[in-house]
């Protein structure tokens, strides 16, 4: 959908977004994680905002919640933990459920942005929300750590890469070495 016409492709998934079936803001709110742009963005915390909460709703949040995580954006954490400090009578149930989600999705936000937040809740939170955000926060710090390495990693394939492409063309241009590539 997004390779053929980004613009119209844009304003489908908004439209999408806006409507009033629950079922179709679904199916645009799992493809909106491929999206940076802004009005998509708003949107999805428009969706957030929202203070319905039913079984639907949430379903419909927490797909939310998810693109937002994976769309990266620390400019988007404010509102997941307004999520987290607030409550609903009505279904505690959901609301318990969705603010887990919450937690669980904020290591996938950058460290900077969600390891405040992950380590005000490990002191203030209690129960089963205390042990998630501690997890997470151990997550995160294990995925700061080891975003080091792993630049490493990928600098010494790309070198490896370079050298075995030198390599071929060295031998392709000295017939007479080529047994040796």
């Known amino acids: 959908m997004f390779a053929c016409n980004r613009p119209r492709a844009e304003r489908l998934l908004l439209e999408e977004l806006q409507s009033r ?3 179709t803001q679904l199916c ?3 493809v909106a994680d491929r999206r940076r742009d802004k009005a998509v963005q708003r949107q999805l915390l428009n969706i957030l905002n929202d203070s319905a909460l039913n079984e639907q709703r949430l379903e419909l949040k927490i797909a939310v919640l998810q693109a937002l995580a994976k769309i990266g954006d ?3 954490v404010a509102l997941p933990e307004g999520l987290i400090n607030s409550g609903n009578l009505l279904h505690p149930r959901c609301f318990r459920r969705l603010r887990i989600e919450v937690i669980k999705t904020l290591c996938q936000y950058p460290a900077k942005a969600a390891a405040p937040l992950l ?3 490990t002191k203030t939170a209690r129960g089963e929300v205390a042990e998630i955000a501690t997890r997470q926060l151990r997550l995160l710090r294990r995925k700061r750590s080891m975003t ?3 630049e490493n990693i990928h600098a010494f394939i790309r070198r490896l890469t370079t050298a075995a492409a030198n390599a071929s063309l ?3 241009e000295h017939p007479q070495v080529s047994h040796l590539v």
């Open 148 to 150: 080091p390495r792993l």
């Open 170 to 172: 060295y031998s392709l």
């Open 21 to 23: 079936d629950v079922s």
């Open 74 to 76: 620390s400019g988007t």
């Open 28 to 30: 645009a709110a799992q």
């Open 119 to 121: 380590e005000q809740l």
